[in-house]
């Protein structure tokens, strides 16, 4: 009679694990899921012949990495499933260094007295031009 008793879902020990309202296809939508976003993969061709050898689906793409040269290969598919190719070099990629203020302030600082003697050359009226002008 006890035995019973504890068994029923008011005590939670029948139905410990189940939910009426859970969906029971939950635990294989969520492995799938964990599935699909573990896959990282780099694919990797053998020239332009590779890359357009490698097999599609319609309306997809993919970017192929070429093992004999520094390229990666866009390849995209359209709805009827024709396949376009474009390559893409690639180099590592360098940080561009730490300028240097000190010499840049030396270069403006040269700039501007080139700047001051030439206004200061061309500053001063040049009456024999406008003699000429006017005698004219």
């Known amino acids: 009679m006890y035995q019973n ?62 093992e004999s ?14 396949a376009t190719v474009t390559p893409y070099a690639i180099a590592p990629y360098q940080e561009a260094p730490e300028p240097d203020f000190s010499t840049l302030e030396e270069r403006i600082k040269r700039l501007e007295d080139k700047l001051n003697e030439s206004y200061a050359t061309n500053a001063q009226p040049n009456y024999a031009v406008n003699a000429d002008a006017t005698a004219e």
């Open 69 to 82: 040269a520094p390229i990666v290969w866009l390849k995209q598919t359209d709805g009827a499933g024709y």
């Open 5 to 66: 008793y504890l068994n029923t879902p008011y005590t939670g020990n029948a139905y410990q694990n189940t939910n009426p309202y859970m969906n029971p296809y939950q635990s294989r939508l969520d492995s799938m899921q964990q599935s699909q976003m573990m896959q990282y993969q780099i694919t990797k061709v053998n020239g332009k012949n590779g890359a357009e050898a490698f097999r599609m689906p319609p309306n997809s793409n993919i970017l192929l990495l070429d």
